[in-house]
Structure formats: C-alpha cells, structure tokens
C-alpha cells in the first residue's frame, strides 16, 4: 500500500473514538511492517512492564493482555481523567524507544494508528478476554493458552490483573456498576 492511499487512515480510525472514566476497552497494535520481533522474551517484557507502570500509576486497571509475535492485544478499564489514545500514545512511544534500542534499530516501530472496541457488559469483557487469551492458540504457537508466556493467561501473570474490578466479581463500589 503507497503512503498515498493510507494517508487518511489514522484519522478515520480516531473519528467517532471517545473515551469514557471506568469504560473497559480492548486494543489491538500491530509493528510496523508487521516485523516479528515482539515473541522475543526481553522485547515482551517491555511492553508486560509498561502496562505493569499504567497500572501502579493508577491510569488503567488491567484485565488481559497477549504479546503475539509481530502485534500485542490488551483489554484494560480507562481510569478517570484517562483517554484511550493517550495511554496508548504513551505506551507505544515508550516502549518503541525501548524496544529499538534492544535491537538496535531506529525510526518508526509501531504502525499508525490501532483498533479499539468498547466493552458494553461484563459478558462481553469477558469473551473478549478469552479470545485475548486464546490467541496463541489459534496461531498454533502453543496448545493450551496459559503456556504462552506472553499472555495473562500464563499462571505467573494472573497477579498482574485487575479483575476484582470486573462487575460481576464484587468489584469496587467506587466506580460505576457496568463496564
């Protein structure tokens, strides 16, 4: 595709994007020329450790998260004050820096732009986190989805999420019931 016709593509991706306090979100990002480099263990710690500092700064909560070899899908509630787009920015222009200077490269790592979807109810959430989770699989990378390393379905990463947040599990009553 010439820079040409996907001139208009990040706009049109951002047009109607709105973010909304407690909302839960599901992003997918894909790098640049779709080059795999994110199935390195010390390059998918950088971006598992970015989410891990969005979360101790209180600017997302973390509900599920999978680092595939050439894109990343992660599902997260935006906390008050938060725009999707700008935790996002945050993190891609972060862990883009890093992630160059591990392979010693430079310029443009991630492609423009990502898709996002709104989670409107907490069954919702849930498939989506599945399918999350479940993505190794379907790639046939792994056989059972908690052997991906990579994923918040691995056993060692459920301590990095926030699902006491989830509606149906209690929650907290400091933010609104809903996803």
Known sequence: MSNESTKGRSANL????VSVDFAAYLVTKVVHHRIE???????????????????????????????MPDHYHLACMLMPGETLSRVIEDTNKFTARKIN?????SGQFWQQGFYDRNCRSPEELHERCVYIEHNPVRAGLVKYA?????SSASPDRKTTLDREWWPET??????????
């Open 14 to 17: 951002r047009r109607g994007r």
């Open 37 to 67: 480099v994110l199935g390195r263990p010390e390059v998918a710690e950088i971006l598992i450790d970015s989410w891990n500092h969005l979360r101790s700064t209180d600017r997302i909560k973390l509900f599920a998260f999978c680092v």
């Open 101 to 105: 200077q591990l392979v010693g490269k």
């Open 146 to 150: 908690e052997h991906w390393p990579f």
């Open 170 to 179: 209690g929650g907290n009553s400091s933010h609104p019931q809903g996803v």
